[in-house]
């Protein structure tokens, strides 16, 4: 594919990952990356342009309480990243854990009256507030660190699988996003609009998958407060696309495919640094190993970071 290129490539025959990996932004140019390893220890990685770090365990978290099905989801500040993943004890428990650094303290249950779906997100609104979202049996589930629930006014084509949540901020409005895939297959983005005359929930855009390809797994969503676009990445037909939009009302673009080389087994998920730069991970080939596909439109680089 035009504008794709292939750098750093690792050999991926080593202990791999279980579920999804993810990837937050801290505010700089870099990002950092987890993953649930097949040992059931948690690892992080830190990643700077070519600068691709190594994985290191967290060894204050077990990964044991998290169901096999359950991918990680993470965000973050300069000085806070909260990870958040579906628990087995019981069954649809939201786990999460707040840190920095390697200094993580265990994984706790969060929103105790509520079960989930192995589908569940965090967006980081600042370094003191957060919202949690997953899904239910029968909708979807949001709730801030105030305890305020905001579920879309204007649900549609329910039941739901896979969710991913963002959150941006400007001088005078910010925007909360849920993006899911529904009954009919299509992808649906809900967005709150919140300005000092009160909060909206805007029309829904639903996006069919490429053309002759069939949703996987869960999509995601990031964005950048530094220009306000919206960035989209999926899994469909075993490959990663990637589609974007220049604000909370705009239309998305075209699917684009990111790398026909990679093989994805996993669900995406995706981040934005402070240059502009989108950021997508997730695990390729029967290694389960990683990968991160990075840059704009028309310009992304592919580097493989194999298995821990």
């Known amino acids: 594919m035009a504008g794709t290129t292939t750098s750093d490539v690792v050999c991926v025959e080593k202990p791999g990952f279980l579920g999804g990996p993810c990837v937050t932004s ?31 365990a967290l060894g204050t978290l077990d990964g044991t309480a998290i169901d096999s099905r359950s991918d990680l989801d993470c965000a973050g500040t300069a000085d806070t990243i909260h990870i958040v993943a579906v628990g087995n004890n019981p069954t649809g428990a939201l786990l999460s854990t707040t840190g920095s650094g390697t200094t993580y303290p265990a994984f706790a249950r969060v929103l105790s009256q509520q079960v989930f779906l192995p589908s569940a997100s965090v967006a980081v609104v600042s370094s003191a507030y957060r919202w949690l979202a997953g899904l239910t049996t029968s909708s979807l589930y949001t709730e801030g660190s105030d305890g305020t629930s905001k579920i879309p006014t204007n649900l549609q084509n329910l039941p739901f699988s896979g969710l991913d949540t963002a959150f941006s901020s400007g001088s005078s ?15 649906t983005v809900y967005v709150l609009q919140q300005t000092q005359g009160g909060p909206v929930w805007l029309t829904p855009r639903v996006l069919p998958p490429p053309t002759g390809k069939q949703y996987e797994r869960s999509p995601t969503i990031c964005t950048s407060d530094s220009n306000q676009f919206v960035h989209l990445a999926v899994s469909a037909g075993g490959q990663l696309w990637h589609a974007y939009g220049s604000g909370a009302e705009a239309p998305f673009s075209a699917w684009e495919l990111l790398d026909s080389q990679v093989n994805a087994t ?11 730069l989108t950021h997508i991970v997730a695990l390729e080939g029967t290694a389960a190993g ?15 970071l194999g298995g821990h």
């Open 26 to 56: 801290t505010g700089s140019t870099g990002v950092e990356t987890f993953g649930r390893g097949d040992d059931k220890k948690i690892y992080r990685r830190v990643i700077n342009g070519n600068a691709l770090g190594s994985w290191a």
């Open 173 to 187: 409005v910010s925007h909360y996003y849920l993006a899911v895939f529904d009954s009919t297959a299509q992808l």
């Open 266 to 276: 996993s669900a995406p998920d995706c981040a934005v640094t402070s240059d502009g």
């Open 290 to 304: 990683v990968v991160k596909i990075s840059g704009s439109s028309g310009a992304f680089t592919t580097q493989h």
